[in-house]
């Protein structure tokens, strides 16, 4: 039987090609993200190639509609066993101008989001006795200027990581995470619009600071994703995998 995955956050950047890679290897896949008309193009374009996905438009902060959402995935492609927690917005800001909203809507999605994905997703990964869920966490959890709230969420995601390695383990679910280092995404595009710099040289200057001499590309992390997603990561539960070109501190 087809084992199905669910990825957040799937209309562009990380999340399509983490999609398109796990239907490269095998999966069913469901693509959720708040913007539907995006998701439900990435799935249509899958399904053109021959893959099994669907595109499903959902707000992963609200708990009814992911377990709506959940429920409808296990009834139309079956049962899923991954979960791959990307959905992520970004507020910038210093301290001093950070407002309420901008702290509470990046915990709300990055945080809040990947507890409610997850509590929904792992009951049907217990049944099945097999599962893998993987947190998208950042190299801004080590500290980054003006992402208080940003690096609070994906240092928050590491601990949530763990713990639920430990939690869930007797139950054939390992749960991983991955770190992100600068991925060329059009969330780093709106940063360079935010800087006031052009794409080309904010990416020319990061690969400047990076051991291998370039920057990430949505498919470095999606590479990953099907190594942890994999049968032979089974005895590999609980990390923290910076994909950053480099050592981190």
Not at 89 to 115: A, P
Not at 198 to 212: C, H, N, R, T, Y
Not at 225 to 234: H, L, T
């Amino acid at each position: 039987m087809t084992k199905v995955a669910i990825v957040t956050g799937a209309a562009r950047g990380i999340g399509a090609a983490v999609a398109r890679r796990l239907v490269a290897d095998g999966f069913a896949v469901a693509l959720l993200d708040l913007d539907e008309a995006g998701v439900k193009e990435c799935a249509a374009a899958i399904t053109a190639d021959g893959g099994k996905a669907i595109g499903l438009g959902v707000d992963v902060s609200d708990t009814e509609q992911v377990e709506a959402t959940v429920a409808r995935i296990a009834d139309e492609l079956g049962p899923p066993v991954v979960l791959i927690n990307n959905a992520g917005i970004t507020r910038d800001n210093l301290l001093f101008k950070m407002t309420d909203g901008d702290w509470d809507s990046v915990i709300g999605v990055h945080l809040r989001g990947s507890f409610v994905m997850s509590r929904a997703a792992q009951k049907y990964m217990t049944q099945q006795k097999w599962g893998r869920i993987v947190n998208l966490s950042s190299t801004s959890a080590l500290g980054n200027r003006g992402q208080a709230n940003y690096s609070t969420a994906k240092a928050g995601l590491q601990g949530f990581t763990k713990t639920l390695a430990i939690e869930l383990g007797k139950f054939g679910v390992t749960v991983n995470a991955i770190a992100p280092g600068f991925i060329a995404t059009d969330m780093t595009a709106a940063t360079a619009e935010r800087l006031g710099v052009s794409f080309e040289d904010l990416k020319a200057g990061a690969a400047q600071a990076i051991p291998v001499g370039r920057v990430g590309e949505p498919e470095d992390i999606a590479h990953l994703v099907s190594y942890f997603v994999s049968e032979g990561a089974g005895f590999v539960s609980g990390q923290v995998v910076y994909a950053a070109g480099g050592p981190q501190d």
